[in-house]
């Protein structure tokens, strides 16, 4: 059974930086892509970012130029670096990895911006 385990996140300042890191345990192989969704109270859950095993990352409009995604293929690692953050990314952060048409959540990170 795969697992994600997320770490990072917590308190960052308007314009600060913050940095997210998830991984994913239980196979071998390979995942197809992974990648992070957050959400606010009373919302949907939405897109921040995800990449995939070639390399390709999409990005959110609301944080394409602000955050940048890497990951390793071979240690089933994602990072979500965070730039110039703002209060509107206030969210629980959640871990997701694909692989053969199964979708996995880690169990979510708050990230909380204010001064």
């Known amino acids: 059974q795969v697992q994600l385990a997320e770490s990072g996140g917590g308190l960052g300042q308007p314009g600060g930086s913050l940095r997210l890191s998830c991984a994913a345990s239980?196979?071998?192989?390979?995942?197809?892509?992974m990648g992070w969704y957050r959400q606010v109270p009373g919302k949907q859950r939405a897109l921040v970012a995800f990449?995939?095993?070639?390399?390709?990352?999409t990005y959110a409009d609301s944080v394409r130029g602000r955050f940048t995604i890497s990951s390793d293929n071979a240690k089933n690692t994602v990072i979500l670096q965070m730039g110039s953050l703002k209060p509107e990314d206030t969210a629980v952060y959640y871990c997701?990895?694909?692989?053969?048409?199964?979708?996995?959540w880690g169990q979510g990170t708050q990230v909380t911006v204010s001064s």
């Open positions: 997701n990895a694909i692989r053969a048409r199964t979708s996995y």
């Open positions: 239980g196979t071998d192989d390979s995942m197809n892509s």
């Open positions: 990449i995939t095993s070639g390399g390709r990352a």
